[in-house]
């Protein structure tokens, strides 16, 4: 599993939903299509007169997420931008996705506006298989976020954390420590660690 692969599970899924914020910074959240996936880069579009569109072009900023029939979870968090050549875009998409012609025939097509997704952060969760499964990657060469908890040197040996973990994914040490790569991040350990040794990554 990389980048792509993580892209091009979206596109597989194609309805996935997408979530912006309007002028109040409210979270509004809808369906939307993928349309294409090249080269690490996700294309879709909408209309120029829908409220999705106002707020792409207000802020750009973007979370989408996807599930498939195997239980595989992608979320992506980036910035869209409207491509240049909006027809020839549009015509390309429409190539790709011969079913829109039935939503949008003839010229009405060019009512829709092309964007592109070409940098963000990638989370890949898989929940159909045990232990789960999960795996971050960023586009465009950005440093990924670390997510999820981390065992510190305060950490006593007591091995509550393991006993408690859903997933068993905290091998004994010393310190403890989680492997990361099945990790729920529901933060049971945290919470009972008697002498707060686990704390959040990247704090």
């Not at 792409?56 to 599930?67: E, F, K, Q």
């Not at 949008?104 to 070409?118: A, D, M, T, V």
Request: charged share 25%; proline share 4%; glycine share 8%.
């Amino acid at each position: 599993m990389n980048a792509q692969d993580c892209l091009q599970l979206l596109r597989d899924v194609k309805d996935v939903a997408f979530a912006t914020v309007d002028e109040n910074w409210r979270p509004q959240v809808r369906m939307i299509d993928v349309m294409l996936v090249e080269a690490g880069k996700l294309y879709f579009c909408t209309a120029r007169g829908k409220d999705f569109y106002r707020q792409l072009i207000r802020d750009g900023h973007v979370a989408i997420t996807g599930m498939n029939r195997d239980f595989q979870m992608v979320r992506l968090t980036g910035e869209a931008r409207r491509l240049p050549a909006q027809r020839e875009w549009i015509d390309r998409i429409f190539e790709a996705n011969p079913v829109m012609n039935g939503v949008y025939p003839g010229e009405s097509r060019y009512i829709l506006e092309p964007f592109c997704i070409e940098g963000g952060q990638l989370e890949f969760f898989d929940l159909g298989k045990e232990p789960i499964g999960r795996a971050y990657f960023s586009l465009a060469g950005e440093a990924v976020e670390e997510k999820g908890f981390r065992i510190t040197d305060a950490c006593i040996g007591c091995g509550k954390c393991s006993l408690l973990c859903p997933q068993q994914c905290i091998q004994s040490g010393t310190p403890y420590a989680i492997r990361q790569e099945h990790c729920l991040h529901c933060g049971l350990c945290a919470e009972n660690c008697p002498v707060q040794a686990i704390v959040r990554r990247g704090e």
